[in-house]
């Protein structure tokens, strides 16, 4: 069985010429595989693809069909804040103008080699949580179920529920930095998910945010 680079590979899904060349281009700088068929199953993978044609929800389906955990990463040729919606609502983990493609891919191709890989969710539009600290919203996150999205000390993070009895952090006090749950009172560091008193036994699952092309993004680690 053929073995995939360290850094990872690209399965790239895309004709358009100056795409392959600035694929190729980045590929070769970060010693990455370069394929134009589907890699081996269990790949650390960023799946590129045009994100502007119909039809992205079958798009999708197909790359999840072949490389399930693929971080697929999705380009535009023209602006087009609709179809850049569509797109990510049927399922693209990030999606990049073709100039600012190049920078995309190096850093999809960074996360796949830190702690086993990384995807990424759009969860809001970064103007929706403008200069707003503390608890900023409440939403569901694909493989990480309901999460509570925080501004603390400047930084974005999210929290998952309460590890005592599933409730939702968002609805809690904060102080100094913890978050007391609203339910039983266990609190949490907001920034770390550690547990700072009980009754919870566990820290809470704490994943990372980061705020990218006007919108407000999640981390899952695969």
Request: contains cysteine.
């Given at each position: 069985?053929?073995?995939?680079?360290?850094?990872?590979?690209?399965?790239?899904?895309?004709?358009?010429?100056?795409?392959?060349?600035?694929?190729?281009?980045?590929?070769?700088?970060?010693?990455?595989?370069?394929?134009?068929?589907?890699?081996?199953?269990?790949?650390?993978?960023?799946?590129?693809?045009?994100?502007?044609?119909?039809?992205?929800?079958?798009?999708?389906?197909?790359?999840?069909?072949?490389?399930?955990e693929a971080y697929l990463l999705g380009f535009m040729a023209a602006p087009d804040p609709d179809g850049w919606r569509a797109a990510?609502?049927?399922?693209?983990?990030?999606?990049?103008?073709?100039?600012?493609?190049?920078?995309?891919?190096?850093?999809?191709?960074?996360?796949?080699?830190?702690?086993?890989?990384?995807?990424?969710?759009?969860?809001?539009?970064?103007?929706d949580v403008a200069g707003r600290i503390g608890f900023l919203l409440e939403t569901e996150v694909p493989g990480l179920g309901k999460v509570s999205l925080f501004r603390e000390q400047g930084r974005l993070v999210c929290l998952g529920t309460c590890p005592h009895q599933g409730a939702p952090l968002g609805r809690g006090e904060i102080e100094d930095g913890v978050v007391t749950c609203p339910a039983h009172g266990s609190r949490f560091d907001i920034l770390t998910g550690e547990r700072v008193r009980g009754p919870s036994d566990f820290d809470v699952p704490c994943h990372g945010a980061y705020e990218q092309g006007g919108r407000i993004w999640v981390l899952k680690r695969l």
């Amino acid at each position: 069985m053929e073995r995939a680079p360290a850094a990872g590979v690209v399965w790239l899904l895309a004709e358009d010429a100056a795409v392959v060349r600035a694929v190729t281009r980045v590929c070769a700088e970060a010693g990455a595989g370069l394929y134009r068929t589907p890699p081996p199953l269990n790949t650390p993978c960023v799946a590129l693809a045009d994100a502007s044609g119909s039809g992205p929800a079958d798009l999708v389906a197909s790359v999840r069909a072949a490389l399930p955990e693929a971080y697929l990463l999705g380009f535009m040729a023209a602006p087009d804040p609709d179809g850049w919606r569509a797109a990510e609502r049927a399922g693209f983990d990030e999606v990049a103008s073709r100039g600012a493609l190049g920078p995309s891919l190096r850093r999809a191709l960074s996360r796949l080699t830190e702690g086993g890989g990384v995807r990424s969710y759009a969860i809001c539009d970064a103007q929706d949580v403008a200069g707003r600290i503390g608890f900023l919203l409440e939403t569901e996150v694909p493989g990480l179920g309901k999460v509570s999205l925080f501004r603390e000390q400047g930084r974005l993070v999210c929290l998952g529920t309460c590890p005592h009895q599933g409730a939702p952090l968002g609805r809690g006090e904060i102080e100094d930095g913890v978050v007391t749950c609203p339910a039983h009172g266990s609190r949490f560091d907001i920034l770390t998910g550690e547990r700072v008193r009980g009754p919870s036994d566990f820290d809470v699952p704490c994943h990372g945010a980061y705020e990218q092309g006007g919108r407000i993004w999640v981390l899952k680690r695969l």
